[in-house]
């Protein structure tokens, strides 16, 4: 089928089209019929310019909210995967698509396992949570959540779903009149594109974060979680020595894909390889990280993983996430600013994997599940 006349899939994003973005979403497929929608200018994101991709047929910027109104009302058809915060502007947004021939769907495909054991948390007990960690991101999203109050939250058309604590969350939110599109998460997308030859384990790898200079922190208005990151990287390449040499093998840098590492000198003489993460747990013998989506790809590919940590994040909001996906696995993390030199790793990492299968199940893909591209999924559900 010619891709003009495939159903038109919208992704409506706040920040800029990046390489990354370029990949997740398929833009270089000649076959599905997308288009991303930048809406960075109206949210007046900050986004570092070195990955940024301005020229495409499938990108729009949009540079008001009165031009992003006109094409939403001249638009047909198609479906819009809404990616845009809980803001006044993304809700105002989302009812101008209610009210066109537009149809809207959230995708709920990239679950964090904190959602498990923190999902049904109070709100009381979530605003002294981000009160102790995080005052200015609780003052800003304050003042969005009074503004959004002033509209009324619409029913979505369409909820694309991975693992089955997805479906739970919304069977508890009962939720009327959506059509479930069943398929998996984004990192299961790069796990079927790899190739299919034998892994060699050649290396060690460390999923990095950047916490101390991350981008995101920009965008979300977020103040960075590590202060002293001089402090935090030495503590990372002595652990990264340790582990070396028990093993015998070099860790390598899976670098953030949104992030700069200028003279790539930041982990000392350690290979930093960027958009190549799936491909470099594939190939490894241990994953190290903090928290990472890259966690499910470590899981598909039955990676053992070793946890760290470091006393500055472990007084910040990442330690909650590490403690999250640690209690699912049953395993401790470990904190690389004490001794660790008496540790069995052997222990840790062969316990890391023994939950693997259940949490593929609850996170990442439901059993019976396409075995195909995420947006190619969401195409046939909408020719059925």
Known sequence: MDASLRPLIIFMCQEPLDLRQWKRFYLDSQELNLVYLDLSPIYKSEYPDFQRISKSKKLITFSSKKKLREYIDSSKSGIVIDFLNNSFTSKLIRNWIKKSSLKICFPDINLLVEAKYFGNEKKLTKFFRRLYFDRWWLFLNTIRWIGSKFIKDISYDYYLVSGSLCLENLRNNKLKNSEVIYAHSWDY????????????????????????????????????????????????????????????????????????????????????????????????????????????????????????????????????????????????????????????????????????????????????????????IVEKHLIQ
């Open 189 to 376: 997308d790069k796990y079927l594109m790899q190739s299919k030859e034998e892994a060699k384990a050649q290396h060690i790898v460390y999923i990095d974060q950047k916490y101390w200079d991350h981008p995101d922190y920009k965008i979300m208005k977020l103040q960075p979680y590590i202060k002293d990151s001089s402090k935090f990287i030495n503590a990372l390449n002595d652990f990264f020595e340790h582990i070396e040499k028990i093993y015998s093998m070099p860790v390598v840098i899976a670098g953030h894909p949104s992030a700069n590492y200028h003279d790539g000198k930041t982990y000392g003489n350690r290979k930093i390889i960027h958009h190549k993460t799936e491909e470099l747990i594939k190939n490894s013998k241990i994953v190290i990280c903090m928290t990472s989506a890259a966690i499910n790809l470590a899981i598909l590919h039955n990676k053992p993983i070793i946890f760290t940590y470091t006393n500055e994040i472990y007084k910040s909001m990442i330690f909650r996430r590490i403690k999250s996906i640690t209690n699912y696995l049953n395993v401790e993390a470990i904190n690389i600013d004490t001794d660790y030199s008496k540790i069995n790793f052997d222990l840790i990492i062969n316990k890391s994997i023994k939950e693997y299968e259940s949490f593929i199940k609850e996170f990442i893909k439901m059993p019976g599940t396409k075995e195909s591209p995420l947006w190619s």
